[in-house]
């Protein structure tokens, strides 16, 4: 059976373009994109000129499967994620127990397709039980279907053990995401070194310790020749040794999250927990730096960084609140608000949600053209309103965004051509 997606705004990230036109789509794949007469087909979708995108493809999403399912399932995570347009979440391995086993791996994988209506694809950890001491076995895991290998925020303070794991992926071809931070100036912050912590009496580290994480990290991937991302730049301090590794020709990109993109440290406020994010937010200037770093395609990738907590872990004193927001829902109208101000066009915002991080992961997805898959988000960019953190589809609710004004919502989601959401 085939699909026509007529009248549509057609975003376009590989071509850079924004335009009216169409998209055929047969046996879950695009068959013909076009602008000008349209083909005939089983079934028309008229997207009322609405935008029609690359379905986004999110690296660093966790589900609390196994170990904290109360938090996060993969039923529900799935669900947040088709109402949010995402049609690929790749999973971080920080559960309980870490997924650092083959058959650990196997077992996320059959309960994702269970249970999750879009493309799961499960990240394994680099060490065993993300220890830092042992690194698991790769091999073994990247035949059992690990996409990439990552100790999440639990950064490998052995530099001869990250170098060994390095190498071991290189010859591989694995790809290493890790945490750019030196733990030891990090370790126990709750927020961003200033004048703003210093008032708040907030314990604090320096941009700094990101820029010394990820020069390390460098001088590492240089030694051993690794394919690399770093999860989240976040620091302004961190950008040139993001672009000096680029320029010696290093296989390495980079991510940051879209709370990192549209808020700032003032945002904390009064100690609020759910502005609690690891790293911490940055000043305005940072965030501006990182604007420009997406634009300039320095900085790769945009992720929801979805960690979801729950009450009993948020409604702490600011310092013992556990870190984390959820973010599959509130990723692309969040990214809009870039749109709206006029930082990114809609093709840009799509190569760095969709586009990169599916050719990082050397996906076919991320792109409207013929042989691509299917997974694709209708959207509305101008549709404004009130965001309700009790109306999410995540277990967890602790989003920044409560009762924030946004503009943007998800119309339809399709995984593989066939309708995974769609929005009453």
């Known amino acids: 059976m085939s699909t026509l997606f007529t009248n549509a705004r057609l975003i376009d990230p590989a071509k850079d373009s924004d335009a009216l036109g169409w998209v055929l789509v047969a046996d879950g794949v695009i068959a013909e994109v076009g602008y000008e007469a349209a083909p005939q087909a089983d079934e028309v979708v008229d997207c009322g000129g609405k935008c029609l995108a690359p379905g986004i493809v999110d690296i660093g999403v966790k589900v609390c499967e196994p170990g904290e399912r109360h938090k996060e399932s993969y039923k529900s995570a799935g669900a947040a994620a088709a109402a949010g347009g995402v049609t690929t979440m790749v999973t971080r391995p920080d559960t309980l127990p870490a997924i650092d086993t083959p058959e650990v791996l196997e077992f996320v994988e059959r309960r994702a397709n269970e249970a999750a209506p879009v493309n799961v694809l499960p990240m394994a950890a680099l060490t065993k039980g993300r220890d830092g001491k042992e690194m698991t076995e790769i091999g073994f895991l990247l035949d059992a279907g690990a996409v990439a290998f990552t100790d999440c925020d639990n950064v490998v303070t052995d530099p001869k053990v990250l170098s060994r794991a390095l190498s071991y992926a290189r010859s591989c071809g694995a790809l290493v995401i890790a945490h750019p931070q030196d733990p030891g100036l990090s370790k126990g912050a709750a927020a961003t070194a200033g004048k703003f912590a210093a008032l708040r009496g907030l314990p604090a580290v320096s941009p700094m310790a990101e820029r010394m994480g990820l020069d390390r990290d460098m001088a590492l991937v240089e030694m051993t020749g690794a394919k690399y991302h770093a999860d989240q730049i976040t620091a302004a301090r961190a950008l040139p040794a993001l672009e000096r590794a680029k320029k010696n020709g290093l296989d390495v990109t980079a991510g940051t999250s879209i709370h990192h993109l549209t808020l700032n440290e003032l945002d904390v ?156």
Do not use: C, W
């Open 269 to 424: 406020a009064d100690y609020r927990t759910f502005f609690k994010i690891k790293p911490p937010l940055r000043a305005e200037e940072d965030r501006l730096a990182l604007i420009d770093a997406v634009k300039s395609g320095l900085i790769d990738t945009i992720s929801s960084m979805h960690k979801p907590q729950d009450e009993e872990s948020k409604r702490l004193p600011f310092e013992e609140a556990a870190s984390g927001a959820v973010g599959l829902e509130t990723l692309l109208p969040a990214a809009l608000r870039l749109y709206h101000n006029g930082d990114l066009t809609l093709p840009e915002l799509f190569r760095a949600m969709a586009l990169n991080p599916a050719k990082r992961l050397g996906l076919e997805s991320g792109r409207l053209e013929a042989g691509a898959p299917a997974d694709l988000v209708l959207f509305d960019a101008d549709a404004p309103f009130v965001l309700d953190r009790f109306k999410l589809k995540s277990k967890s609710k602790n989003t920044p965004f409560d009762g924030a004004r946004l503009q943007g919502k998800v119309l339809a989601t399709y995984v593989a051509g066939a309708a995974v959401y769609r929005r009453d």
